[in-house]
Nanobody, 115 residues
Framework: QVQLVESGGGLVQAGGSLRLSCAAS????????IGWYRQRPGKQRELVAG???????NLLDSVKGRFTISRDNAENTMYLQMNSLKPEDTAVYYC?????????WGRGTQVTVSS
């Protein structure tokens, strides 16, 4: 069983940057499909950035050129670097890893972007 703990959220002004971290314990992230999702107020949860088992990146159109996803196998941590943040990026952000066909989630971290 894997435990995922997000950190790095907070309040930032539009145009600013944040880096979210998701520390994993119990299982390795190496070679697994991982992703960052968000749930904006009144909206369904959506995939923001995904990293496949062989490190192919998939980004939501609205964040292309601004966000990037990565993982550090030595630290067993995944990251979401968010630049040029916009008020519409305000959401709770969740990390996810697929292990054995099971989707594992962190508890989420709030990101609020003020205009």
């Amino acid at each position: 069983q894997v435990q995922l703990v997000e950190s790095g959220g907070g309040l930032v002004q539009a145009g600013g940057s944040l880096r979210l971290s998701c520390a994993a314990s119990g299982r390795s992230l190496s070679g697994k499909a991982i992703g960052w999702y968000r749930q904006r107020p009144g909206k369904q949860r959506e995939l923001v950035a995904g990293l496949s088992r062989d490190d192919n990146i998939n980004l939501l159109d609205s964040v292309k050129g601004r966000f990037t996803i990565s993982r550090d196998n030595a630290e067993n941590t995944m990251y979401l670097q968010m630049n040029s943040l916009k008020p519409e990026d305000t959401a709770v952000y969740y990390c996810n890893v697929m292990i054995g066909g099971i989707s594992n989630w962190g508890r989420g971290t709030q990101v609020t972007v003020s205009s």
